[in-house]
């Protein structure tokens, strides 16, 4: 069983930046892809960024290429997402989400865990 705690959410203006983190517990962190996905108000859950376990690569949504960056800290069971020159379009709730395959996928029904949300807010 993994749990997974999102952190870093809150309000920024156009061009600003924000980092989210998501502490993991349990003890498949490492082995685990993690992923990044969000949702906007009437829109479904897509995905923005991901990093594997298995030779930890990374890779992103055509969105936030080039603004997002997602790293993890395997000592310390967090994963992070660096958001720069955010836009109003980012506006979602964030989740993170593992999966025990640690293969790189985009797909959300792939993810076996999913924390509780942060939202962000850019503003105009």
């Known amino acids: 069983q993994v749990q997974l705690v999102e952190s870093g959410g809150g309000l920024v203006q156009a061009g600003g930046s924000l980092r989210l983190s998501c502490a993991a517990s349990?003890?498949?962190?490492?082995?685990?892809?993690m992923g990044w996905f969000r949702q906007a108000p009437g829109k479904e859950r897509e995905f923005v960024a991901g990093?594997?376990?298995?030779?930890?690569?990374?890779y992103y949504a055509d969105s936030v290429k080039g603004r997002f960056t997602a790293s993890r800290d395997n000592a310390k069971n967090t994963l992070y997402l660096q958001m720069n020159s955010l836009k109003p379009e980012d506006t979602a709730v964030y989740y993170c989400?593992?999966?025990?395959?640690?293969?790189?996928?985009?797909?959300?029904?792939?993810?076996?865990?999913w924390g509780q949300g942060t939202q962000v807010t850019v503003s105009s």
């Open positions: 989400a593992a999966d025990r395959s640690g293969l790189p996928t985009r797909l959300r029904y792939v993810y076996d865990y």
């Open positions: 349990g003890r498949t962190f490492s082995t685990s892809t």
């Open positions: 990093i594997s376990a298995i030779g930890g690569t990374t």
